[in-house]
């Protein structure tokens, strides 16, 4: 009786520990939209639709460019293209993005790159439109440009 008593008790303190901690957790803050598209037309790869998928904890913020109509012309390893995705802040300036993160593109195939790391602060509203997203592989820069404002609307972080 006294094992099941103390087997029961250690149960519930383990419960309030685990949810004392989900209620002290960070919480993940919200952007919205979380995907967007634009038109891109890129100096190496053709143009065409292209979707932006952005995430944020707290002032960190990843965003992933990914389309299946811009293509790479040759086979890309895993992580081996250096971006840069800046976005036009719409109370001025600007934020970037950048990494080396890339899943192996094989020649022809569309393009994806992030996510790429940035820091955002709350109430950011930022637009691929004016701004551009520069792609460094093999040694060749290629540069790439919204032809318009991104569809839904700009990324807003809280």
Do not use: H, W
């Not at 998928?53 to 293209?81: K, N, R, Y």
């Amino acid at each position: 009786m006294t094992r099941m008593r103390l087997g029961s008790a250690a149960a519930i303190a383990a419960g309030t520990l685990a949810a004392t901690g989900l209620a002290f957790a960070p919480t993940a803050a919200a952007v919205t939209p979380q995907t967007a598209t634009i038109a891109a037309t890129c100096s190496i790869g053709g143009s065409g639709a292209a979707t932006l998928t952005a995430t944020q904890t707290g002032t960190a913020a990843t965003v992933t460019l990914s389309s299946t109509e811009i293509t790479t012309p040759l086979a890309v390893a895993q992580d081996s293209a250096s971006s840069t995705l800046t976005l036009v802040n719409a109370s001025g300036g600007t934020t970037a993005f950048s990494g080396t993160k890339n899943p192996a593109i094989p020649a022809g195939g569309g393009v994806t790159v992030g996510p790429l790391d940035g820091t955002v602060a709350s109430g950011d509203s930022l637009e691929a439109y004016g701004g551009s997203l520069q792609i460094v592989v093999f040694g060749i820069t290629i540069t790439c440009t919204a032809g318009g404002p991104q569809s839904p609307g700009p990324f807003v972080f809280e």
